[in-house]
């Protein structure tokens, strides 16, 4: 009878013991990746289609959707043409936002290539000080500029009583594109600077080679390969500037001059009798217009291939050195930041601390605590601050972890609906705010099971809308730092078994912690800022500072306006602050 004997293990074969694969379950053959992808995929769908669907729907039916019954109508559309007076507010909207885009490309364009590619000096300090007006609302900029600049404006008067008139306008398509451009002129600096940064400087050396001066060098040289950041930033700003709601607001309606935002903020928040399917109609031609916007930008896009200068070889670049121009370079980018922005801003804060400011009379007779004193009594204004931090503090927490799995699903995984994902992320940018607001409020009219009734008008609702709003933000900021990372790390951990979960949390979560911290932080700014969505999301118990202050602002209380404003601008500067220190010395992670 034979015997079975067994040979004695080997040490490989302990080692591949030691060192086997790590298998995981699949329940219906349906992996655990497969199961986050495709939750990232219909969380964002549901997302960004919860405020649009039910727009369109609201657009062609004759009663409010909260409403039983209802039938199917064009009447919304045909008096949108007719009898609303829509034609005057749509030519109003395009004036605005186009006056805006050329004057925020104005500004932007020459100050991103002289601050990048000349000597100035204090160049640093320059570039920092033409981004800061991206963290201050273009509601607080507007406050600022009727307390300096308006019909009664600290600075008015002081004109008034030189030159025997005011020159200027606020209360004007012109007057309000100024202050919009001031608040968006960053948005296209910082397109336009970092693509400067990024580009070879060899065509610029060839350019000197051939003997041409430096002035003719930025114009014939620099500035032309500069329009795929111009394209981008200008259509970025456009849009934008159609949704603005703050100085349309604030410097059109006591003027009588509508646009897009403070129609549908007239006819659908302060009507006694909204026609909401007008409402819906309005809305959802602002949808499709937004959408186009971004369809030509990629179409104009399409060739940016023949503007690359980044290759395989880059130079160094030369600064060029522009002479005397460069003290007027100077001289203009500081007019902008303190007349623009800084001024505004101080009067803001000064008016907190007094009970009339005016130079008819020395603010320094008036100066009392009261406006924070009232703040702090009233619970209401107290319960928006922490509302206001609450939304921003949560918010960006989780958008910025949902803006890291999209980027992760989009570009880092073999998902067959991985670039749905990324269109998903991207398209709030193309939706005006109040346009999510007043979705989100028919959609909730709508949910299910009662779940709209229990979100309506709590300040969760308001934190959905804002994440919303936020998300696109947060996926750009969070893209370009998950691509640098090399795609063999992915690959090794594959090859040792690891499945698309396991290599995020075990060999990418550490590497993208500092892409997390910075879409946090701007993410937090965003949302601290933000307001036009709770407009028709939040509730007298709700509120946060955006509404509070346009409330208290159609009451007269100027005061109590710029004491929120002011604690709002410090909460956003200590916030930013303290991120910039915590990060500091981490970006090589």
């Not at 060839?206 to 930033?233: D, E, H, K, T």
């Not at 928006?384 to 921003?392: D, E, F, K, R």
């Not at 947060?474 to 951990?493: C, H, K, R, T």
Request: aromatic share 10%; with cysteine.
């Amino acid at each position: 009878m034979s015997t079975l004997t067994q040979s004695p293990s080997t040490p490989a074969d302990e080692h591949e013991k030691r060192f086997e694969p790590p298998s995981y379950r699949r329940p219906l053959g349906i992996g655990r990746d497969q199961v986050v992808q495709y939750a990232v995929l219909a969380f964002l769908a549901v997302l960004v289609l919860a405020p649009i669907l039910p727009t369109l729907y609201q657009s062609v039916r004759n009663r409010p959707l909260y409403e039983a019954g209802g039938a199917f109508t064009l009447s919304g559309y045909t008096k949108l043409f007719t009898d609303a007076g829509f034609g005057e507010v749509a030519l109003n909207t395009l004036l605005f936002a186009g006056l805006t885009t050329l004057l925020s490309l104005l500004i932007a364009i020459p100050m991103a290539v002289v601050v990048v590619r000349t000597k100035l000096p204090g160049g640093r300090l320059i570039a920092l000080a033409m981004q800061w007006p991206f963290f201050i609302s273009s509601l607080i900029l507007g406050f600022g500029w009727i307390i300096m600049y308006g019909p009664a404006g600290f600075v008015s008067i002081k004109v008034q009583q030189v030159l025997g008139s005011v020159p200027w306008n606020l209360y004007s398509i012109p007057g309000m594109a100024l202050t919009e451009a001031v608040a968006l002129a960053p948005i296209a600096y910082v397109f336009c600077a970092n693509a400067l940064r990024q580009s070879d400087a060899s065509l610029e050396s060839a350019a000197q080679v051939c003997g041409a001066g430096p002035l003719r060098i930025l114009i014939q040289v620099v500035v032309p390969m500069l329009r795929p950041p111009i394209v981008y930033s200008a259509i970025l700003v456009f849009s934008v500037s159609i949704e603005t709601l703050s100085v349309p607001l604030l410097y059109g309606q006591p003027v009588n001059i509508d646009v897009f935002s403070t129609f549908l903020y007239r006819n659908g928040l302060q009507s006694v009798d909204p026609d909401y399917t007008v409402l819906g109609a309005a809305s959802t031609i602002i949808v499709f217009f937004t959408l186009g916007l971004v369809a030509v930008q990629a179409r104009l896009l399409k060739d940016a291939a023949r503007f690359v200068s980044v290759r395989g070889k880059v130079t160094r670049p030369r600064k060029l050195d522009l002479g005397w121009l460069k003290w007027v370079s100077i001289a203009c980018i500081w007019l902008y930041v303190i007349a623009g922005a800084l001024i505004p801003i101080l009067g803001l804060v000064l008016r907190s601390f007094t009970l009339v400011f005016t130079p008819l009379q020395s603010p320094l007779k008036t100066v009392t605590t009261k406006n924070y004193e009232l703040v702090f009594d009233s619970d209401n204004y107290v319960q928006s601050l922490w509302n206001s931090l609450i939304v921003a503090g949560v918010g960006s927490v989780t958008i910025s972890a949902i803006a890291v799995l999209a980027v992760m699903v989009a570009r880092r995984s073999a998902f067959r609906f991985g670039r749905a994902v990324e269109y998903l992320a991207l398209i709030p940018q193309s939706l005006p705010g109040i346009i999510i607001g007043i979705g989100f409020f028919w959609a909730f009219a709508l949910a299910p099971f009662g779940m709209g009734s229990v979100l309506q008008g709590t300040i969760y609702a308001v934190i959905i809308a804002f994440g919303m709003r936020a998300l696109p933000s947060a996926f750009g900021s969070v893209a370009p730092a998950i691509m640098q990372i090399g795609g063999e790390l992915d690959n090794a951990a594959r090859v040792s078994g690891a499945d698309w979960v396991m290599t995020f949390f075990r060999v990418l979560r550490a590497l993208v912690t500092p892409a997390f911290a910075g879409a946090l932080v701007l993410t937090f700014v965003i949302m601290l800022k933000e307001y036009s969505p709770a407009v028709f999301l939040s509730s007298a118990d709700n509120n946060i500072l955006g509404t509070t202050m346009l409330s208290l602002w159609t009451q007269g209380r100027a005061g109590s306006v710029a004491a929120l404003a002011t604690l709002q601008i410090v909460i956003t500067a200590v916030f930013v602050a303290l991120a910039g220190l915590l990060m500091k010395g981490k970006h090589h992670a």
